[in-house]
Every structure is written in C-alpha cells, then in structure tokens.
C-alpha cells in the first residue's frame, strides 16, 4: 500500500525523473545566489572579492527496493569553485570551475562571466549579468554499447551561455535567470549524446532586521524549471551577523534541507547542509568554505 501511494503521488505531479537532475544543486545558496543566478554578484557589497570552494556528497544507500529508487542516480562528489571580483561600483568579473562526473561520462565546467550594478537613489540596486560556459567532456564509450562505431577520441566539447538579472532594495531581493540558454548538446552519430537542459530560475526574499540588526529573519524562495519545475521554500534565522540557520522543503520532492554557515573574522566562511527526500532513497551533504575581502 506504501509503494502503491509513493507511485500514484509521483504520476499526480508528473516527476518521474525530478531526483536525477544533470546539473549541481547547491544547498547553500541564500545570500550566495552567484550559481543560480549570473546576475548576482557578492552579497556583502563591502567586500571587493570573493573566493569559495564547494562540494556536493551524494550517498545512496545499497539495498534499493522501493520504485522511487529508480529515479536515483549514484554520483561521484561534485566540487564547485568560484571567484567574483568587483573592478569598481558598476562593474564586476567572475571565473568558475565545476567538476562532474556521470556513469559514462566526466565533465569539467568553466564560467566566464561579466556583470553590471546600477544604483540610484539610497537603496536601489539592479545587477545583470552574462557568462559564457565551455563543458569539456570525457566519454567512456565502453559503457555505450548503443554506439556501433564510436569515435576515436573520448573528448568533446560543447559551449553555452548563462544570463540573469537581480533586484535589491532595502530587505526585498528578487531575481531571475536561465542557465544553458541555447540547451546545447554532445552528439554522436547524429544522435544527442549528453543535452543539457535549458534551466530557469526565479528567486525571492525578504529580510527582516530587528534588535539593531542583531537578528534577521528572511523567508525566501527559489522557483526552477529544467525537464519539470519545482519550488524550495525556506527560512533563514541570522544571528548577530556571525552565524546563520536556515530549513528549506523541496516541495515535490518532499526534500528536507536543513543548512549552518558561520562567518569567522568577518572574512571566513564555513558551511554544511544536509538533506533527505521523504520520497527518494538519496541523502546530500554539502560543504562550503569561501573567503571575501
């Protein structure tokens, strides 16, 4: 009966494949929206750079019986560094590397990216922001036993482009962007090997400052398309600009992320997440560490 209802709630929301997504989901993206969204540059606007590692443990357990298992995909740990430099009060540079890796396929993702701040008045800030993404792919076509006559080198290439654009004004930040804009591909033999899905994001916050600003609250949300949609909504509790809590649900996926970053010397930044779906067998632990000055 257990199995008979996860089924029949998976085939109501129509996402059969909602847990193997192609891309990175970072947990810990509330005041660090920079990878959903290329318009979005430092939060802190006293900082003029911005250095961050990150990494994305997926562990899923062996003994896999239940349906939903099957949406699952094992992955190695994914590692995601980033580096914003602000040249002055309009204009910004960012650079980026991802390493993901696949059943039959690695790849390693470099960003190159340019954004633009417009000001005005006391607390009006607009940022938009492009940057170009080159994938460079190692195939294994052993595990490709579809392909008759694979080609001689396990390398290719395929490039793409990300845009986005984001509001600030006093506590409100809204936001939106697209990833892989053109969803471009890996083909072989005619065939598309690896697409990569067109992603659109929109995200929101509000935040509250209270006793001085040694207290904030800030429910936020982030929106996200790619094969099907889904919805995070969260609330983040900061606490005398040192340290801050946040819980989030992953709404059709019945993901509990549940994430702590702390600020040390005002420089430092250390973070981790975890999450578990109700739903799927998956559980994800993410790390963050980044450096700003």
């Known amino acids: 009966m257990k199995n008979l209802i996860l089924v029949l709630l998976l085939l109501a929301f129509g996402i059969p494949q909602v847990a193997a997504q192609n891309t990175l989901r970072p947990n810990m ?24 590692g990150y990494a994305k ?3 899923v ?14 992955k190695p740990v994914n590692l995601y560094f980033n580096h914003i430099y602000t040249i002055d009060k309009k ?19 470099i960003y190159l990216g340019y954004s633009r701040t417009f000001r005005w008045k006391k607390s009006n800030r607009l940022s938009l922001g492009g940057r170009a993404v080159v994938n460079f792919n190692s195939i294994d076509w ?32 809204v936001g939106a962007s697209v990833k892989n804009l053109f969803a471009s591909s890996v083909k072989a033999n005619g065939l598309d090997l690896i697409k990569d ?8 916050a509000y935040n509250f400052r209270m006793f001085k600003q040694k207290v904030e609250l800030a429910p936020f949300l982030l929106f996200y398309s790619e094969r099907n949609f889904n919805l995070d909504a969260g609330l983040n509790l900061g606490l005398y600009q040192k340290i801050n809590i946040s819980y989030a649900i992953r709404v059709l996926e019945l993901r509990n992320i549940f994430t702590i970053r702390g600020n040390i ?6 973070g981790a997440s975890f999450d ?6 998956d559980y994800n632990m993410d790390f963050l560490l980044a450096y700003r000055f």
């Open 61 to 74: 357990p062996a003994n896999q019986d239940d349906y939903e298992d099957d949406n699952v995909w094992v």
């Open 91 to 109: 204009n910004s540079v960012n650079m980026s590397y991802i390493y993901d890796g696949y059943s039959f396929y690695n790849r390693n993702i």
């Open 29 to 52: 993206y509330y005041q660090n929206m920079h990878y959903y969204n290329a318009g979005a540059g430092i939060e802190d606007t006293s900082s003029r750079m911005s250095f961050s």
């Open 276 to 281: 578990y779906s109700i739903i799927f067998s």
């Open 197 to 204: 899905q067109r992603e659109i994001y929109g995200n929101f």
């Open 57 to 59: 443990y997926k562990y």
């Open 265 to 270: 010397m005002k420089r430092f930044q250390v």
């Open 142 to 173: 052993d595990q490709l036993g579809q392909i008759a006559s694979p080609p001689s080198s396990r390398f290719k290439v395929n490039a793409d482009l990300d845009a986005g654009i984001q509001y600030q004004y006093r506590g409100w930040t």
